[in-house]
């Protein structure tokens, strides 16, 4: 038994068993990923994958016991490494971070500016993607910090925690009608076209309830990943925007207003999650402070040991 055949295992079941797939992300060949498969099945004596000619199609039960033993032997031998790398060197090396665009565009600038000047010899990269596609990458280890308002909670490998709070706002083209009322109402909004989060993303799915409770039903006439999109849209006269309020900027967007209205969308939660049971780099721990400076030391190290179960008992 070797790494390499551990892996394989791993990846297979994360290609969703497709043998092509784990060979390109291995960077090996397909005849040999099969062989390393049939020479782990051999010495351990049984079957770990459900076949069908020479397809696989998934786990047999010893297979699904042993790939819970693989994910915790791969697991603790990057926590040896990453263990050795932090005393080896304590503030140089690499930090991923999976986020969606609205928090690496608007709530984490300023956050990677001051963590920079702590930590000038740590490498940042930000992985931009869906909600979904955060906690995957967090998940499968590929990034060591995900942050995100929607997908992180309920995640068995994740443990998750609130970050801050925000809401949505209306924005509208200078002189827009809306903008001479005292006081507006969903009822008020739902008058016009409007351009807003696609499905999934940046509280859309708050946005979508709070017309539904109110028993309204907008005219949603363009929806997309990026304020930025939105904003071009509504300058251009498409309709009126709904976005996260930070996405606005008096300067950048002089063409536009922005309309408060934290009492007509319900509060959005930002979660910051990290993999149960990963050893974290002390530079990590420096960046998550920054974010949650309430998260007491002891707390991560229960959370990187796997000792706790949840982190929904932090508060903001």
């Not at 697991?75 to 060197?89: C, K, L, M, P, Y």
């Not at 956050?111 to 869906?130: D, T």
């Not at 990590?284 to 007491?296: E, F, Q």
Request: hydrophobic share 40%; glycine share 8%.
């Amino acid at each position: 038994m070797n790494f390499q055949q551990l892996r394989i295992l791993r990846e297979t079941v994360r290609q969703d068993f497709n043998l092509t797939t784990v060979a390109n992300t291995l960077f090996t060949s397909q005849p040999g990923v099969s062989k390393h498969i049939k020479d782990l099945e051999d010495e351990l004596g049984v079957e770990i994958f459900i076949r069908r000619g020479k397809r696989l199609l998934g786990l047999t039960e010893p297979g699904r016991e042993v790939l819970g033993v693989v994910e915790r032997i791969l697991r603790d031998t990057q926590n040896v490494r990453n263990i050795a790398g932090h005393f080896a060197s304590r503030e140089s090396g690499s930090l991923t971070i999976a986020t969606t665009h609205t928090q690496a565009r608007y709530a984490l600038p300023e956050v990677i500016k001051q963590f920079r000047i702590e930590y000038p010899s740590v490498r940042l990269v930000l992985h931009q993607g869906s909600p979904r596609e955060i906690a995957g990458l967090l998940a499968a280890g590929e990034a060591d910090i995900a942050i995100a308002t929607e997908g992180l909670a309920g995640v068995p490998e994740i443990a998750s925690f609130p970050c801050h709070t925000w809401h949505h706002a209306v924005i509208a083209p200078r002189g827009h009608p809306l903008a001479a009322l005292k006081e507006i109402t969903l009822a008020d909004v739902a008058e016009y076209p409007i351009v807003t989060y696609q499905e999934g993303f940046t509280g859309r799915a708050n946005i979508d309830r709070c017309f539904a409770d109110a028993g309204l039903a907008p005219d949603i006439v363009l929806s997309a990943i990026d304020a930025d999109v939105i904003k071009t849209y509504v300058d251009v006269g498409l309709g009126v925007g709904i976005i996260a309020a930070m996405a606005y900027h008096p300067e950048r967007d002089a063409g536009l207003i922005r309309l408060d209205v934290p009492d007509l969308f319900t509060v959005n939660t930002t979660r910051l999650a990290i993999r149960r049971g990963v050893y974290l780099r002390g530079y990590a721990h420096g960046l998550i402070r920054k974010l949650l400076p309430g998260l007491t030391e002891e707390k991560m190290i229960q959370i990187q040991r796997g000792e706790t179960e949840t982190g929904e008992d932090f508060v903001i």
